[in-house]
């Protein structure tokens, strides 16, 4: 079955301190693949996203992604967390295998940065 | 640009009685979604519109909720006879369909608590 997989429900990591946020999908081609921040009562926010081309993607809030075709992985990062980082973050996937262009979602990592 | 807004941000109801809710996408943008967050998961696809034509309806959609997108602008979702099961973020999203755009941006999103 298709999913997106996000193992890790919450992480805690120190100010100034690198993060990493892992996610893992199951389709049968590659996506299109985008990372989302939500802040608490708010809607969601794109981060980057991929579609082609260089597996190693910039995006806004100084955070990358890279992705691992051999292991089906989109792996969020960013070598200094700020505690304005703190929020759940969102990977989701097109399956580009239909017309309607709906996001499948993982189940989100909350994200709390410590001083 | 002045992003997707939704009305109202929050609405507490009692069980029974029927909601409606509004989303305006970004005036350009062609492709209208709607999604439903429950607590401590990430949003589910529910329906979406092409200008004014509804595509695509998800089984979580059931026969209770309609949706509609008249001038293929705003769109309202309305739910009959709410459950407590009806309680979550729904959250809109828009985006342009054209080859190379598939970003979906969204609306700060409407709680719903169905007491």
């Known amino acids: 079955a298709q999913s997106v997989t996000q193992p890790d429900i919450h992480i805690t990591v120190s100010e100034g301190a690198s993060l990493e946020l892992r996610c893992n999908y199951s389709y049968g081609a590659t996506p299109y693949l985008f990372w989302y921040v939500q802040s608490p009562g708010q809607g969601l926010q794109l981060l980057l996203k991929y579609f082609s081309g260089d597996t190693l993607v910039q995006g806004i809030k100084g955070f990358e992604a890279e992705f691992k075709r051999s292991q089906s992985s989109f792996n969020l990062r960013k070598p200094s967390v700020h505690w304005s980082d703190a929020a759940e973050y969102f990977c989701a996937v097109d399956p580009m295998d239909t017309g309607r262009r709906a996001l499948t979602f993982g189940s989100g990592t909350r994200l709390q940065v410590q001083p | 640009d002045t992003g997707v807004s939704q009305d109202p941000r929050h609405k507490i109801t009692k069980r029974g009685q029927n909601v409606t809710f509004r989303c305006d996408p970004i005036s350009e943008h062609n492709r209208l979604y709607w999604y439903r967050q429950t607590l401590g998961q990430g949003p589910e696809f529910l329906t979406y519109f092409q200008n004014e034509a509804q595509l695509e309806k998800s089984r979580l959609l059931s026969d209770r909720f309609s949706a509609e997108r008249p001038k293929g602008s705003f769109s309202t979702l309305e739910i009959q006879r709410t459950e407590q099961g009806d309680s979550a973020m729904y959250l809109c999203?828009?985006?342009?369909?054209?080859?190379?755009?598939?970003?979906?941006?969204f609306g700060p999103g409407t709680r719903l608590t169905v007491t």
């Open positions: 999203a828009s985006s342009l369909a054209r080859t190379g755009l598939y970003e979906q941006y």
